[in-house]
């Protein structure tokens, strides 16, 4: 069965710095989504890439996925506070409408 | 438009006691999902549904009922509370995979956090 596996788990940051998470499927990816939930809420939907070496940006926020669709990672300039939260990838598992999820990446940035 | 609502937010059960949960959507979906979330398991799959009348179990269906009477609703009941059912459970709708290209997404609920005592 397909997994999706992120990396890290958590992260740290000061306010201002950059970050990378990143999102890694065993099998070819039909298309990949991140999305962002904070704590005792629903998941935001951030992003969708579907073609390899396809990227995506809103805001300070750019999500790639690598040309063999097996990887995708999630940058984020100059963090702020308002980045804080859980950032989750997920997938059609094997090109069905039965979705897989990463574990997550829990973010915190220092004011 | 609400979206995707969940009822209810919060729930303390005793073992073996039951409870529905209902999840509505107004967007006119034909897809939706109940998952289960676990610190450090991320999101998995219970039931979900591609349309009224028919369900169907995802990856961890085991304790688990659902029904989808009517398009807008899909309800997820425990029978009989374990404590191992104690995390937050998220509803989600989506229209079929493939007919919004560029916005194919799952729509999420606020979520429902049920303790079993």
């Known amino acids: 069965s397909q997994e999706l596996e992120q990396s890290p788990q958590s992260l740290i940051v000061q306010e201002g710095k950059n970050l990378t998470i990143n999102c890694t499927s065993s099998k070819t990816l039909y298309g990949l989504y991140w999305y962002k939930q904070k704590y005792g809420e629903g998941l935001i939907f951030l992003m969708m890439l579907q073609k390899g070496g396809e990227e995506k940006s809103h805001e300070k926020i750019t999500a790639k996925l690598d040309e063999k669709k097996q990887q995708s990672s999630l940058h984020i300039t100059a963090s702020q506070p308002s980045h804080a939260g859980i950032y989750l990838c997920?997938?059609?598992?094997?090109?069905?409408?039965?979705?897989?999820f990463g574990t997550g990446t829990r973010l915190k940035v220092l004011a | 438009n609400a979206g995707v609502t969940q009822t209810p937010k919060f729930r303390v059960l005793k073992t073996g006691q039951s409870m529905t949960l209902l999840c509505a959507q107004d967007?006119?979906?034909?897809?939706m999902y109940w998952y289960r979330q676990d610190p450090g398991m991320g999101l998995r799959l219970i039931h979900y549904?591609?349309?009224?009348?028919?369900?169907a179990k995802g990856e961890v269906p085991d304790g688990y009922n659902v029904s989808r009477l009517k398009k807008q609703n899909f309800l997820l009941g425990l029978e009989s509370a374990a404590p191992s059912q104690t995390s937050v459970y998220f509803c989600?709708?989506?229209?079929?995979?493939?007919?919004?290209?560029?916005?194919?997404?799952?729509?999420f609920g606020p979520g429902t956090r049920l303790t079993v005592l």
């Open positions: 989600a709708s989506s229209y079929p995979p493939g007919r919004q290209a560029n916005t194919d997404t799952q729509y």
């Open positions: 549904s591609v349309g009224e009348g028919t369900t």
């Open positions: 967007m006119n979906h034909e897809y």
């Open positions: 997920g997938a059609p598992a094997g090109g069905t409408y039965k979705y897989i």
